[in-house]
């Protein structure tokens, strides 16, 4: 079926948990550091994947719910989970008496359009915390029929969530049916059809076959435990790492690990006369899981240490 364009992205209303957040990601353009350029680093649509993969907060607009004056916007941290199809659509996992599993259950030839929006905020403490956004935008349907076990399959396999258990075996929500009646949990389709990401890499646009094809980085599911470990217990191996780089520039800056993936780790330097930079350390190839990563994390302090 062919789809219209023009659904709003990125998406007009901010969430609005924190003004310190907000306020920090509207400095981005003119505070943020950004990277030094020559490193490697992930696709536009493997940052994006990662994202929805990861347990970053994410907000679901529905500009397109109908008897709606204004856009219908549910609370950050909703829906409970999330997973990428092969296809390349977004399951959601919602409450059934959501605006959106209700909306979703009501409209009629897949006309519902929604945005979701996820935010990336560091898990460590460090000016300008937000480290980027991404929009993906489409059209949303309640998961039906054969495909509710194969996409509950998938978000467990994913992100396991105890709400799962029995949902395969639960009907599907008839139209009309009253609230009473609503399943405690909904699974929904974000058809995408249009993606925009604005992160420490810079901004860009992102083709929706492009994210079917992406994987998510695999140290996603650990990069927030591990930061914060690294902040905690190795803050001085850290800062050693300004060796590494060739100048005496970083000397007596505070060193704060600010992002990690399977290519390398960001460390945000602060306090120097010149300000605040950012500074990429590629790991001598990519690693796949724990035991890698500390390869690689011992090759680099040592390295700096020599």
Do not use: Y
Not at 98 to 121: G, K, M, N, P
């Amino acid at each position: 079926m062919s789809r219209p364009h023009g659904i709003p992205l990125p998406s007009a209303r901010r969430s609005s948990d924190s003004n310190e957040t907000e306020s920090a990601f509207d400095d981005d353009r003119q505070g943020q550091p950004r990277p030094r350029e020559g490193v490697r680093q992930l696709t536009g649509a493997e940052r994006v994947r990662t994202l929805v993969e990861s347990n970053a907060s994410v907000s679901l607009t529905l500009p397109g719910a109908p008897d709606s004056q204004e856009p219908v916007e549910f609370g950050t941290g909703m829906p409970v989970a999330r997973t990428v199809t092969p296809d390349g659509d977004v399951i959601l996992l919602v409450s059934g008496e959501s605006a959106a599993a209700r909306a979703a259950a009501h409209a009629q030839d897949d006309d519902l359009t929604a945005v979701i929006e996820i935010t990336d905020v560091a898990p460590v403490s460090v000016p300008h915390r937000i480290r980027g956004r991404a929009w993906l935008a489409g059209w949303l349907t309640p998961v039906r029929g054969d495909d509710r076990a194969a996409c509950a399959a998938l978000l467990a396999e994913r992100r396991p969530v105890g709400e799962l258990l029995g949902l395969s075996e639960a009907p599907d929500l008839p139209l009309g049916a009253p609230s009473g009646v609503r399943p405690a949990w909904m699974l929904l389709r974000l058809e995408v059809g249009e993606i925009t990401v604005d992160d420490l890499w810079g901004a860009e646009h992102v083709e929706p076959e492009d994210l079917a094809a992406a994987e998510p980085d695999p140290m996603v599911a650990h990069e927030t435990e591990l930061l914060q470990h690294l902040s905690a217990a190795h803050g001085e191996r850290i800062a050693e790492l300004c060796g590494l780089l060739g100048s005496r520039e970083a000397d007596g800056m505070a060193a704060v690990p600010l992002a990690l993936d399977r290519l390398g780790l960001r460390v945000r330097f602060l306090g120097g006369s010149a300000g605040s930079f950012d500074a990429r350390f590629d790991f001598p190839e990519p690693v796949a899981d724990i035991c890698g990563l500390r390869r690689a994390m011992h090759t680099l302090f040592s390295a700096a240490s020599h």
